[in-house]
């Protein structure tokens, strides 16, 4: 397999569990070093923590930092976590939670709050501290934010995964005009139903009746893994997207786009 990301290091939040674990191993199979940033250790799926996994399988330089995007320190301290491996190139923000799931007049303010910091201000910050980072070193970078179809059109019931998504998106078109001068990309996936404890158990969709009908509104018939979704995050961090910033890719196996 070719090494898209040899001498690159990433810090990918949110990378103890589904999609997030995936980008990491990905990258590491790709020769890159990766913290592992993330409010626990464990996967939320079976399997040991996510840089023992990585480490044994690829021999990457890897490491878990415990960190809660909703704190900036935390964050920061992920990224100079980065300096150990050579310095950081790519800023993976992942980190997520699905949050309430009602019509808007039932959500109250501390639920929209705690989706809000996490899913919007945690990328917000995350992007500040990778921007400080990168710029100060010079040499460019990427920076992947992890929106959603949920950051493209609207959904009923979801209003403050919707806010936090749509803002995600506007964030990375913004920064990627103001990062751009300086060789940094800027750009955000919108993933549909992807396979993980998120749409197994938080809001779940994979195994559901519900969950069979939806698949019938998807061209490729199925849905998305962790693994699809890392490809594309693999595409964005390496120099085969040189050209490619202030983009969004959707990757919800052509469902959004068709009737
Ligand atoms: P997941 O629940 O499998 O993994 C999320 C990871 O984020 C977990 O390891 C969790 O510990 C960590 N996390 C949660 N809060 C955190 C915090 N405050 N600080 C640091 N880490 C924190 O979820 P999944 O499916 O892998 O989602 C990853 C991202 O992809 C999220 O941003 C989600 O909104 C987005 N996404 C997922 C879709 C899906 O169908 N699974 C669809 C569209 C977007």
Redesign the pocket.
């Known amino acids: 397999m070719p090494e898209l990301l040899s001498d690159r290091t990433a810090v990918v ?2 990378a ?5 674990r995936e980008i990491a191993h990905t990258y590491a199979r790709h020769g890159a070093s990766v913290v592992v ?4 250790e464990a ?2 799926e079976e399997g040991t923590p996510t840089h023992e996994w990585i480490a044994d399988e690829t021999g990457a330089d890897t490491r878990f930092v415990e ?4 704190d900036r320190a935390d964050l920061e301290a992920s990224v100079d976590a980065a300096d150990e491996f050579g310095g950081l190139d790519v800023m993976v923000n ?4 699905v949050g309430p799931v009602a019509p808007i007049q039932e959500i109250d303010r501390e639920e929209y709050d705690r989706l809000r910091s ?2 919007l201000d ?1 990328v917000y910050f995350g992007c500040q501290v990778a921007a400080d980072r990168l710029l100060e070193r010079g040499e460019g970078g990427s920076i992947i934010n ?1 929106s ?2 949920a950051g493209m059109v609207g959904y009923p019931n979801i209003s403050p995964y919707n806010v936090a998504k749509g803002g995600v998106r506007l964030l990375t078109y913004g920064l990627a005009a103001e990062l751009g001068p300086h060789g940094v990309r800027v750009n955000a996936i919108h ?4 396979e ?4 197994r158990s ?1 809001f779940p969709i994979v195994g559901t009746e519900e969950g069979e009908e939806t698949m019938e509104t998807i061209p490729l018939r199925r849905f998305g893994t ?1 693994e699809d979704v890392a490809s594309v995050a693999t595409f964005l961090a390496s120099d085969l997207a040189s050209y490619v910033t202030a983009e969004s890719i959707v990757v919800d196996g052509g469902q959004l786009n068709t009737a």
């Open positions: 939040t949110g103890a569990s589904g999609i997030g940033a993330d409010v626990q996967p939320r960190c809660d995007v909703t992942n980190a997520g939670i996490i899913n945690g992890m959603s179809a993933p549909g139903v992807i993980t404890e998120m749409t938080d962790p």
